[in-house]
């Protein structure tokens, strides 16, 4: 049916409906109809864009000139406390009305629109987020019931940022972060960073005076003021995104439930300008796919050396004796800096328990029991009794994190709502965030939202390497496919290719049980961002890949050449010779996984940010810049390999970097003394 042909129909049923047209009935997705004051309906349009490309970011909707009363029983900006020092304005009670339905053309009924701030809203709203794919779908989840009133909804809204302040801030943070400047390492602390990137007042106020006047009672701002969070019922959510909200089961993980739009959302034009995504309405996250796991089996053989230290029976296994022979960092390392620190983030119902940490530390000989010192979150030990595969992810993460900083602080860091933006929110929050994070999750950029969600979280990557912090993200184990799988274009990761986080890819012994030469893991995330451009730092170390003749590159329509290269180091993660842990009260198995690469290569910069705060210099921070740099010699270079996922095409390993395996895994006491040279 023709566009034209729904709005007349609508006119004459008397409605002034709102509608979403499903993508396959039309060759375009639309946006609904507007509702206007004189009874006509007119359509508006977006078009759906092939990814990379976006969306533009204008889209007309609904508006009206009718206004109407409103109560003003709602606390006033002076009685609810916010974490910034701008100042609430007065709110107008005067509203307008839209009457439209937002799923059903036939059940349409009015919504108000509060005005923000001393000016009146128009009643004109904007489809935020519009580059999004398969709203109120996923193939991962399964709509349940409507949500009500009694079901509580957490709204973030993501204040954006001015995109001149962020080219400058981008420039003098790439100042502290490279080697030979005159500020290198000399980071920002938490007020200066907010001081530079932090939205107008004026911004804060006319969002939060927003949630106000729908009756939120509790408005917070974060420290950074660049996030305004408010908690309220589902039917009131609604009401301000103009949007229906339903339970989500998971598929696979029947316990799991979230609450998200069916349909696209909107703001009111006069706070959309403000706001770049409210987080987490429209992003549905695909659960952490199952480590590759296999039952420890003894096999009675005893090396005598690194590959025993587990148990003679367990000599088949990476163990962090293994690693240390590998890497050369400290081992054990049994004397901390005053002011370091490490952490894990875990999210996905993935707790730890003692009683493994206990084993694990035992049966491998460790000088000292692995400890968690600090836990942000909350933690549930019972669960890593429960189920066939409990608390893998996160004690494999605290195993080898701690076995290798030994006495540096680990914290743990703990997130059950599936969001790394609520993550990142918390941690800037944080007085006193760790120096190095390694977080083993993500997914392909073609499964985010939008290419707003993922900006929003670059920018707060970007601020927390301004403050000295070190990111780590694990690179994926589905090689150059990632989850979407095979197809006609690679699927490079998210956050991996983010420009603000160290990208961790994966190795294998090139000879089984023999330390020495690594080799790219098929399975290992490796690519190019179809979202990040290149940054500077890496682009000639990217052109000469691209121009040597070794690379044997696939064709050039399957990965974004423009885009951010990762990985940028690897450490061991594949099957040849997989990771000894254990779980569930003292049951050994075999892991394999970049989430294994990934907390071994943070527990390494935590040694060397050690030595740093030893001589009296500052943490890391945003290495990255460092990292393209350091002289050949600080890594031991993988030179074979190919990043196919088990399929074909990828990556293939090369001399110098590459985006199979980054510079390679890290030669520790040559990083280390690159890092104390400046």
Known sequence: MKL??????????????????????????????????????????????????????????????????????R?????????????????????????????????????????????????????MEQDAQMIGKSPQWTQKARATASDDVKLQFWLKHNSTQIAAFEEELLELATPGSPSYA???????VAAALSPAPHSVDAVASFALDHGASDVHVN????????????????????????????????????????????????IAEHVSIVGDILRFPRLRQKLQIEQAKPDGADTGDEWSTCGAAYSAYTNPSVLASTYGFEFPFTKATAGNS???????????????????????????????TKNVGGNNEARCQVGLEPCVESLLDIEYAGA????????????????????????????????????SYGNDEAQQTSADYMESVNTQF?????????????????????????????????????????????TDFVTKSTIGEETAWASGGSGFSDEFSQPTWQSSQVAEYLANPDADLPSSSVYNAEGRGYPDISALAGQVNPYFISFKGGKFSAVAGTSAACPVAAGIIAQINDARLAAGKTAMGWINPFLYQADSSSFNDVTSGTTNGGYTGGFTATT??????????INFSNLKDAALSY
């Open 404 to 439: 290798i900083a030994g006495a540096i602080p680990l914290s743990v860091w703990y997130s059950d709502t599936f969001s790394l933006l609520d993550w990142a929110e918390t941690l800037l929050d944080a007085d006193d965030a760790e120096l190095v994070h390694s977080v």
């Open 656 to 665: 110098g970097w590459d985006p199979a395996t980054g510079f390679g895994s």
């Open 186 to 192: 000399q980071w920002m602390s938490r007020d200066e």
């Open 462 to 506: 970007m601020k927390a390497g301004a403050q000295g912090l070190t990111i780590m993200f694990a690179a994926g184990d589905q090689g150059v496919w990632g989850r979407e799988g095979v197809g006609k274009t690679y699927h490079p990761d998210f956050p991996a290719g983010s420009p603000y986080v160290t990208a961790v890819g994966g």
């Open 223 to 270: 420290k950074m003021r660049s996030i305004v969070s408010v908690t309220v019922p589902a039917n009131v959510a609604e009401e301000m995104l103009q949007t229906e909200l339903f339970h989500y089961q998971n598929n696979e993980y029947k316990g799991v439930s979230i609450v998200r739009a069916a349909a696209a959302y909107s703001l009111p034009v006069e």
């Open 75 to 127: 606390p006033t900006p002076a009685e609810i406390f916010l974490s910034t020092s701008s100042q609430l304005t007065s709110i107008s009670s005067q509203t307008t009305t839209c009457t439209h339905s937002r799923l059903n053309p036939l059940d349409s009924h009015p919504r108000r629109l509060p005005r923000a701030g001393a000016s009146a809203l128009t009643g004109t709203r904007q489809f």
């Open 342 to 372: 490490l952490a894990v983030a875990e999210f996905q119902g993935q707790y730890y328990d003692a009683d493994d940490l206990e084993a694990f530390s035992s049966q491998c000989g460790l000088d000292s029991t692995v400890t968690v």
């Open 4 to 73: 034209s042909a729904v709005v007349l129909a609508l006119a004459m049923m008397g409605e002034c409906a709102l509608h979403m047209l499903q993508p396959q009935t039309l060759s375009t997705r639309h946006g609904p109809p507007c509702c206007v004051a004189h009874g006509a309906c007119i359509p508006c349009t977006l078009p759906l864009l092939p990814r990379p490309e976006r969306a533009p970011h204008r889209m007309p909707s609904c508006e009206t000139d009718r206004p109407t009363d409103r109560p003003t029983d």
